[in-house]
């Protein structure tokens, strides 16, 4: 009931609209449709091109007003009705695509009585008697993006998104690496077939990208939609391939000849062709069983590891979709039978900010905790000071607190009939922490603290990543242990890490601590004295500089003196030109050198350039180079018969880890590619391989077993 209830909530500030559609007079109708109009475009532009501002509640709530007065004032229908045009127009950036047979949308069923109307509806179409129970094929409706995968004799030939439902982007170089998606179809299929599904991305996915990008100073994702999309619209496929993206199939346009008599059918021929299709489908026959699955399913929602917003009924046999047909955007022969976001109210008690490595200051709200979506929720985040301003929260206010994504818990807005908390929210001008001043650079949503190497928090994170796991690698250099020893003054700066030794007795009086953890600790450190030159560079912090770039520049300078004296020369190359935007070669060469690595463009250069050119950053190097032995990685081999190969490794190795056979493989000039593809040369199968390893001989790749990859790379 509650998105009904938003269907009057939904146009306000709309000037006087949320009249009901009954009293309405055509002027007033007139004038509100045409506010729809711009509204819904603007929302449906913002769904597909940037962050929602609104709910897909609220949304449907402005479509649900938008036809409820357009039945009753049929003459008013304008002619951009948002009724007729799904979706955004798609952005400029891909090829355009038509699609022969147009992406459409479903109608919405809010409660079980919607339900029962579709059914009845469903009936008299098809005038069948009351005790025909009609027979519909149940599905979780995925929430992510829709894309259509072109298929001519077998072969993937070109993918879409939807667009504007008529026409899309293509996506096709994106979507091929997404392992849901066959490159080649298996067993019998149309000559030509359109499959249409859903791209997603997995609530693990999506907290390991948010946790990365956290790492790495990026803005986060707002839910896993967004980052799928956000993911699946990168001009550069390298981005996608890295992001774990998934596809449910589940649909088909155009096709060369009938692919099935019955929908559910067809999910078995997807699946016989090599697709991924929920497991979760079922047919069920009467409103009961819709009215039930609903419910199961919505019970299951949090543990599926995905979002859906709702279940999809669709009208089993084939043959009374074709005589139900479609009514403007949607089909008659199926509905989306939604779920409400789960919501609470709770008072915001203040905001807060957190400071990262980097110093992006995230506002978030301490809550009165409440319980939302199967956890209590006592804190959430608030994105950015945009955000907040948008939404108008302020400390003090009743809000609505909402599980998206059934994720990460966020604050929708404050309850606008409840006192309201007097002050607005001003971004604090210097950082919580250290009193420095904060800045918010032209571009950005994010504040950042400029305090550098005397903020405490930044310091702290800054340690705790140069002693990660893909870092140093320090057993028991944890965020508690690291903050302990800074606050007492033991590990300021990351040198004293290796001059831990000299505070044994210290260490060892620390309570619960006996000499045992102080030698284990001391081990651990000592053990990381000598370390590859590419985690080394990793561990650094570099805003943007992630592992895959660390061992790149590693590569390309061999030792830390010789990418220092390129950087030192970068730095005044870059001074001498600030202004320059766009040619790494009027800048000069040990800049242009530098943007000449793989992966590294102009604002990243800048970041590695800027780290630099600080003293601080100077003196940090000065005194770790004279406590640890940096290993050069080895040099690329042209000889290698792997050199400039892509290769891919699946199953387990036995003899050496999977991290020490990547670095052997790019070692000798080998690119390391996660999943297999047309592209992929060589495949190293391990014990216990899975799909991979039959993919490569589907597609016809080399294979080659662990021990004659020992032998290769030995050779
Ligand atoms: S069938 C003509 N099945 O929901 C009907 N759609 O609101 C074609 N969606 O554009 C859609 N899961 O992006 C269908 N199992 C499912 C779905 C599904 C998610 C999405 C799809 C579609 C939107 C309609």
Redesign the pocket.
């Known amino acids: 009931m509650k998105k009904k209830a938003a269907a009057q909530g939904g146009s306000k500030g709309g000037g006087g609209f949320g009249s009901a559609v009954e009293e309405m007079t055509p002027a007033q109708a007139k004038a509100e449709l045409k506010f729809l109009a711009a509204e819904i475009a603007q929302h449906d532009k913002l769904y597909y091109t940037d962050t929602p501002r609104i709910s897909d509640a609220e949304y449907d709530a402005l479509r649900q007003r938008n036809e409820a007065i357009e039945k009753r004032f049929p003459e008013l229908k304008r002619k951009d009705s948002p009724s007729d045009r799904v979706g955004a127009a798609p952005a400029e950036r891909f090829g355009k695509v038509t699609h022969s047979v147009p992406?459409?949308?479903?109608g919405n069923a809010f409660d079980d009585e919607d339900v029962k109307e579709f059914v009845e509806r469903i009936r008299r179409f098809l005038s069948l008697k009351d005790d025909d129970a009609i027979e519909f094929n149940a599905?979780?409706?995925?929430?992510?993006?829709?894309i259509t995968l072109r298929y001519e004799n077998g072969k993937f030939v070109r993918g879409a998104t939807?667009g504007d439902g008529s026409e899309g982007e293509d996506v096709t170089a994106n979507l091929r690496t997404i392992e849901d998606i066959p490159q080649y179809l298996k067993g019998k299929f149309p000559e030509v077939i359109d499959v249409?599904g859903?791209v997603y991305m997995t609530h693990d996915a999506f907290a390991a990208l948010n946790k990365s990008r956290e790492a790495e100073g990026e803005s986060l994702f707002a839910n896993p939609r967004n980052a799928a999309a956000g993911s699946l619209r990168q001009l550069d496929s390298r981005i996608t391939a890295k992001r774990r993206l998934h596809c449910?199939a589940?649909?088909w346009g155009e096709a060369s000849s009938p692919p099935a008599k019955t929908q559910n059918e067809f999910i078995g021929k997807l699946r016989s062709w090599g697709f991924n299709v929920?497991r979760e489908i079922e047919v069920c026959k009467g409103v009961e069983a819709l009215v039930a699955y609903h419910k199961k399913i919505g019970e299951k929602r949090q543990k599926l590891g995905y979002d859906i917003d709702g279940v999809?009924y669709?009208v089993n046999r084939i043959d009374w979709q074709e005589r139900l047909g479609f009514v403007s955007r949607?089909?008659r022969w199926?509905i989306?039978h939604k779920y409400a976001a789960e919501q609470a109210q709770t008072l915001l008690k203040e905001i807060q900010i957190s400071v990262g490595r980097t110093g992006v200051m995230t506002p978030f709200a301490v809550l009165e905790p409440v319980f939302v979506g199967g956890v209590t929720v006592g804190m959430a985040t608030l994105h950015n000071e945009d955000d907040i301003r948008r939404k108008d929260i302020r400390a003090g206010d009743t809000v609505i607190v909402q599980r998206a994504g059934d994720v990460i818990p966020q604050v929708v807005g404050p309850v606008l009939n409840k006192p309201r908390g007097k002050a607005e929210f001003v971004m604090p001008k210097r950082c919580p922490d250290c009193g420095s001043l904060a800045v918010r650079e032209s571009g950005e949503a994010a504040w950042r603290c400029t305090g550098g190497l005397i903020c405490p928090t930044q310091a702290v994170q800054r340690l705790v990543h140069f002693c990660s796991r893909d870092a140093f690698d320090i057993e028991g250099m944890g965020e508690k242990r690291v903050a302990e020893f800074w606050n007492e003054g033991l590990v300021r700066s990351p040198v004293d890490i290796f001059k831990l030794g000299r505070h044994k007795a210290k260490l060892a009086e620390r309570e619960g601590w006996g000499e045992i953890s102080v030698d284990n600790l001391l081990r651990a450190i000592e053990a990381r004295r000598t370390l590859a030159f590419a985690r080394f560079i990793y561990a650094l912090g570099i805003p943007q500089v992630g592992q895959t770039t660390a061992s790149w520049i590693a590569r390309h300078y061999q030792t830390l003196d010789q990418w220092r004296a390129a950087m030192r020369t970068a730095v005044k190359e870059r001074a001498k030109h600030p202004d320059e935007r766009k040619k790494p070669d009027v800048i000069g060469e040990a800049y242009a050198d530098l943007c000449n690595i793989q992966g590294i463009g102009m604002t990243m250069a800048d970041d590695i350039v800027g780290f630099f050119a600080e003293a601080h950053n100077n003196q940090i190097l000065d005194e770790l180079d004279k406590e640890l032995i940096l290993q050069a990685p080895e040099a690329p081999s042209r000889s290698s018969p792997i050199s400039g190969k892509t290769v891919v490794f699946t199953g387990s190795l036995v003899q050496m880890t999977r991290d020490e056979a990547k670095a052997r493989a790019e070692a000798m000039g080998a690119k390391v590619a996660s999943s297999v593809s047309k592209k992929t040369d060589l495949v190293i199968v391990g014990a216990d391989a899975g799909s991979k390893a039959k993919k490569a001989g589907e597609l016809g790749v080399k294979t080659i077993d662990e021990d004659e990859w020992i032998k290769l790379s030995a050779g």
């Open positions: 992406m459409l949308s479903l599905e979780p409706k995925i929430d992510g993006l829709s939807r249409r859903e449910f589940y649909a929920n999809v669709k949607a089909p199926a989306a």
